[in-house]
């Protein structure tokens, strides 16, 4: 096990974007939660969502007054990454059978890591995604300890063979969260079931305010014409988040609004021959039109970056087929930018339909509502308040804090209303 370190965070700094009755909300949990113990442990600190989430969330409840350490499991080899990337893929929905040699290299490597445990002394052990959920049959949990497993993965339609497997330690935690209901149909043998939507981090680098000249310097650097209407995608490149249904949109758009211009905007994992395979498909379907920017972290796009797209661009879509959350959509909202989504997933939960955006189930329906955004800036104007301050009342890192804050209580209230 590995400790990780975090960047400060003061509380202080998000208190603008709190509500009273949440800030009142804070103060009565953190006087019964003051000084707690908290173990949170994931597979990695680097990369993907789950690291991204809790370098705000981790730090932000040290600041709050508990006592938060975030380790990640050490010492595995390739071959335990290849059988959890599996367990991802089959867990979110993927045909494959879990063979037993599989299963004795996650439990190997699930023991290793529960040797230095022993000795540990906290409160609350928070284990987040399948790689380290099997933790709890090595580390036996003792007397005043809750354990809880946080899932962040779309497990709606599991592959039962994964799921049953993944089951038998799930059922052993004191609560279990998941993003939102949909993605825990079997739910009888989980204890404390609680729903968590991933969030945002509104002082990050990807998510504070860039003046409108900043924003555009930055993406002009990238060859977009800064006065002329711009529609972005943020994405991975991948075949549910359909880049070449964006460029089918931006090719009726065109024709009704030659000025339009397209931005794909995409991170590459340098081990992802999926998402090459995907980003090359997609240059070939882009063709020779200049009005399209395929743009990646190779090119040269940090948070920052990403940040400015979304500040500039006039419409921003996230045309899904299929979607865990979508966190591009939080933080293009949070921008103030109307945004287009599949009707999918975790997209759901953010835009409301005609209120901050729209969600669509095909092409021609994506491309019409864009024309329309791009005609109509009152609208715009008016969609983009909605949207952000559905962002701050839901989907910010402060949200997501209090929410554990009150998992925290919860269980601690039981244990107390046992022993009386
Ligand atoms: N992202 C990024 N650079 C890119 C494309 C995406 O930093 O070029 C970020 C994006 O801003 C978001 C995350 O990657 O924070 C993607 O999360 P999301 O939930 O939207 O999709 P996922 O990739 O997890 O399926």
């Known amino acids: 096990m590995e400790l990780v370190k975090t960047e400060q965070k003061n509380f202080n700094d998000y208190l603008e974007f709190l509500d009273p009755e949440t800030i009142s909300e804070f103060e009565a949990l953190l006087q019964q939660l003051q000084g707690k113990k908290i173990a949170m442990v994931s597979a990695t600190c680097y990369g993907g969502g789950v690291a991204e989430k809790l370098h705000s969330l981790v730090p932000l409840l040290n600041d709050l007054g508990l006592d938060v350490d975030w380790w990640v499991i050490s010492g595995c080899t390739n071959q335990f990454y290849n059988v959890t990337k599996s367990f991802h893929n089959c867990l979110q929905g993927q045909e494959g059978s879990l063979e037993e040699r599989d299963i004795e290299i996650f439990l190997h490597y699930n023991e290793l890591n529960a040797f230095p445990m022993q000795d540990w002394h906290y409160d609350y052990f928070v284990i987040h995604d399948p790689q380290p959920a099997a933790l709890i049959h090595y580390r036996e949990k003792r007397a005043g300890e809750k354990w809880i497993w946080r899932c962040h993965i779309d497990t709606s339609t599991p592959n039962m063979a994964y799921w049953n497997f993944l089951y038998r330690y799930i059922s052993r935690y004191d609560a279990c969260i998941f993003s939102m209901p949909d993605y825990v149909k079997e739910n009888h043998g989980l204890q404390n079931l609680t729903f968590i939507t991933p969030s945002i981090d509104p002082l990050s680098f990807k998510n504070i305010p860039l003046t409108r000249e900043r924003a555009q310097e930055i993406v002009g650097n990238f060859g977009i014409d800064i006065n002329r209407p711009l529609i972005s995608q943020i994405s991975r490149f991948d075949p549910w988040k359909d880049p070449l249904g964006v460029l089918d949109v931006y090719r009726i758009v065109k024709k009704e609004l030659p000025e339009v211009q397209l931005a794909?905007?995409?991170?590459?994992?340098?081990?992802?021959?999926?998402?090459?395979?995907?980003?090359?498909?997609?240059?070939?379907?882009?063709?020779?039109?200049y009005d399209i920017k395929v743009v990646t972290n190779f090119n040269g796009i940090t948070g920052l970056e990403v940040n400015a797209f979304q500040t500039v661009s006039d419409v921003v879509l996230q045309k899904s087929l299929r979607e865990g959350f979508g966190l591009t959509v939080a933080e293009a909202l949070w921008k103030g930018r109307p945004v287009i989504g599949g009707k999918v997933g975790g997209i759901k939960l953010q835009i409301e339909d005609g209120v901050n955006g729209y969600l669509v189930s095909t092409v021609e329906e994506c491309a019409e509502k864009a024309l329309n955004l791009l005609r109509n800036p009152m609208l715009v104007r008016q969609m983009s308040e909605n949207g952000r301050e559905k962002v701050r009342k839901q989907f910010l890192v402060t949200k997501n804090a209090l929410a554990y804050l009150k998992l925290f209580a919860k269980l601690e209230n039981r244990t107390l209303a046992r022993n009386l």
């Open 264 to 289: 794909l905007v995409g991170s590459m994992a340098h081990d992802d021959p999926e998402g090459w395979d995907y980003l090359y498909r997609t240059l070939r379907k882009a063709g020779e039109d």
